[in-house]
């Protein structure tokens, strides 16, 4: 692939002139109708050292209003950012609707330098870049843009670079040795990013080869296609597809369907000297292996999800009681923010995901998307439908990247939410817990009931399994969500 570039390419200055101006003029026009169509754009150009694209980007945002785009410069990561999955410190850095962000060097850096200087074990690489091709199609589904360039340069063009801005005392500190093994195993690292462009140049996000020889043929061919990339998409937005009739909501399972809910033992209970002594057990568990997590730098992530009244607070507080507050979080997620919307749904969770050697813990989490989201038709059915697989996809970069996941839903019957609504609107502690919406929500029990099953069937998987806790006793749930998770720590560690 690379082999069979033109390097020899290039473009007189009265061309090159005459074509940049109306290129960036072109470029200025479209970043307003991106910001008016709310239309996201990632640009990632990556390459060789010395390859000039450092002067593309600046070249690129020369014309454009900088209260619109931000530039990315990807460093080594730091030691808060390799607490996270590889991918923790990109999504911070994602554009909002409308704007652009540009990256010089990118995620791509994990599966190339990484692997040159043996920071990636081989065996890693097809799994990072199968992770890679699910974030772009991920963030392109949504709606975004992503154009990513390789700028190539013959291995005489690079060392005749590196030696010139070695030489020159503005651009020397810029010289790494890094760049100069690029430089020295040009055959090794062009076989890597060979088999990186081959894998990730996808349908949703293809790469374009640059022939970087040339500065002047590089940024003409880069601005060109970056034009053509933003205009086609802004093409698409106009488009009026034929409307498709929504399907009414599935009311009940199919007889093919599995009823995971209605095999729950809602029966089962602990009177109360069994609780506390049981309680009390597991939480002086969990407070040891708390800092065992700690000291092995072990991830933990516990999602609750649940009924209205179900009992996650109670749930949460007696596994939270007797921690170290200052290596565990408790986020609440209730409808996204204004800001939030402006993103890939996902994008607030990974946010908030807990470091190495700490645990978080999630009260609601990303499967609103496939319940209340699919319920009250916030999100469309291709959308939800679609989440199914994005959370699979998700939740298999955690897992990969050694967290322990546990996932709770807490079931009651509708008695019981009947009972507990009742008594919450009657005690003065706990009436600003029930809600208008919460009356809402029992209402439509059948269709949640569906979505619950089928959430559970599409994602629940050997990595990330669903534990379903009976919940009807408030004592029962408790205990088991407790011991559950310490199973699940316990199982992690025999693998490490």
């Not at 200055?13 to 109708?33: D, F, G």
């Not at 010289?175 to 081959?198: F, G, H, I, P, S």
Request: charged share 30%; glycine share 4%; net charge neutral.
């Amino acid at each position: 692939m690379l082999d069979n570039l033109d390097l020899d390419l290039s473009l007189d200055k009265a061309t090159y002139k005459s074509q940049i101006e109306e290129l960036m003029r072109q470029l200025r026009s479209l970043q307003n109708a991106c910001w008016q169509q709310k239309l996201p754009v990632i640009v990632v150009l990556e390459g060789w050292a010395a390859a000039g694209k450092g002067a593309l980007v600046k070249k690129i945002i020369n014309y454009m209003d900088p209260r619109g785009f931000a530039v990315h410069p990807i460093l080594t990561p730091t030691a808060e950012e390799q607490r996270y999955p590889f991918l923790w410190r990109f999504w911070q850095k994602l554009p909002r609707a409308g704007s652009m962000a540009f990256f010089y060097h990118s995620w791509y850096t994990h599966i190339l330098e990484d692997r040159l200087f043996e920071k990636l074990p081989a065996e890693q690489s097809p799994i990072v870049m199968g992770q890679i091709n699910f974030f772009e199609r991920q963030l392109v589904e949504d709606g975004a843009v992503i154009a990513k360039f390789w700028v190539h340069l013959s291995r005489k063009e690079l060392k005749r670079r590196l030696e010139k801005y070695e030489q020159d005392e503005l651009e020397a500190w810029r010289v790494r040795k890094e760049d100069w093994q690029q430089a020295k195993r040009y055959n090794e690292y062009a076989a890597l990013a060979e088999e990186m462009l081959t894998y990730t140049s996808t349908g949703a996000a293809p790469w374009t080869l640059v022939e970087g020889n040339c500065d002047r043929w590089t940024r003409i061919k880069v601005l060109s296609q970056l034009v053509a990339t933003i205009t086609e998409a802004l093409d698409r937005r106009q488009l009026i597809l034929p409307e498709i009739p929504a399907l009414p909501p599935q009311e009940k399972l199919l007889p093919t369907e599995p009823d995971f809910l209605a095999k729950v033992d809602l029966s089962l209970q602990l009177n109360r000297e069994e609780y506390k002594q049981r309680l009390r057990q597991a939480q002086l568990e969990l407070r040891k292996l708390q800092l065992v997590i700690h000291q092995q730098n072990i991830p933990v992530l516990i999602l609750f999800e649940g009924w209205d009244a179900a009992g996650k607070g109670g749930a949460i507080k007696r596994l939270t009681d007797i921690l170290d507050p200052r290596s565990y979080q408790v986020n609440a997620f209730s409808a996204p923010t204004t800001e939030e919307k402006q993103y890939h749904y996902l994008w607030r969770f990974w946010r908030r995901l807990p470091g190495a050697g700490s645990i978080g813990i999630f009260d609601r989490t990303w499967y609103g998307r496939v319940l209340v989201e699919r319920v009250e038709g916030f999100a469309t059915e291709v959308e939800w439908r679609r989440a199914y697989g994005e959370i699979n996809e998700f939740e298999a970069m955690l897992t990969s990247a050694s967290y322990v996941l546990v996932k709770f839903w807490l079931h009651i019957s509708p008695e019981e939410q009947l009972r507990r609504f009742e008594e919450r609107k009657d005690d003065d502690f706990k009436d600003y817990k029930l809600t208008e919406e919460d009356w809402r929500n029992r209402e439509k029990w059948h269709l949640y009931e569906v979505a619950v099953n089928h959430a559970i069937a599409r994602t629940s998987t050997p990595a990330a399994p669903w534990t379903i806790l009976a919940g009807n006793d408030k004592y029962y749930a408790r205990v088991q969500a407790i011991e559950t998770v310490i199973e699940a720590i316990k199982k992690a560690m025999k693998r490490r």
